[in-house]
């Protein structure tokens, strides 16, 4: 970031993913987002000079959130311009998605869209406390847009979950 700069902080809400654009600013500028508590020790997220699209010089960045991450925004002019800024954020929640287990003969499918953050199918034949969820194997097989997961039926009542891996 440039000596003129302005800074904001946000703390995501929940996984998903944000852009944030500098639409309508007054000036050509520069926008950084970084992770960390100390100016001389951050770490950058995303970083952009006048994007395709953008108006008058506009920047704009879109990055995957970490829910509770605190973000440091920054905004500074080319040449060490400054005037009016205007920031847009735009957020949006990761929606997880729906597994569904499909009877087939003496076996279940398990299957959810590849699409898809991260997510690892997951087991437990208790759901009192304390929870033990194992992962489910096989590995998922790909078809169709679906991750596919086949087991036997089990003997024993199982409850299964898909689990966003960090």
């Given at each position: 970031m440039g000596g003129n700069s302005v800074w904001?902080?946000?703390t995501a809400p929940d996984y998903g993913s944000v852009t944030i654009n500098t639409d309508g600013s007054a000036f050509?500028?520069?926008l950084g987002v970084y992770t960390g508590t100390q100016v001389t020790a951050l770490s950058q997220v995303a970083y952009n000079d006048n994007y395709a699209g953008g108006i008058g010089g506009s920047s704009r960045v879109s990055f995957n959130t970490t829910v509770g991450t605190n973000?440091?925004?920054g905004v500074s002019g080319?040449?060490?311009v400054s005037?009016?800024?205007t920031l847009h954020l735009n957020f949006a929640p990761l929606v997880p998605p729906r597994l569904i287990i499909t009877p087939a003969g003496a076996s279940i499918i398990l299957s959810w869209p590849t699409n898809s953050a991260s997510f690892t199918l997951q087991s437990t034949t208790n759901l009192g406390s304390p929870?033990?969820?194992l992962p489910?194997?096989?590995p998922p097989v790909i078809a169709n847009g679906q991750n596919m997961v086949t087991n036997s039926l089990p003997d024993i009542r199982r409850f299964y979950r898909?689990?966003?891996q960090p």
């Open positions: 904001w902080t946000w050509d500028t520069f973000y440091q925004i080319v040449f060490g005037s009016n800024i929870i033990t969820w489910v194997s096989p898909l689990k966003l």
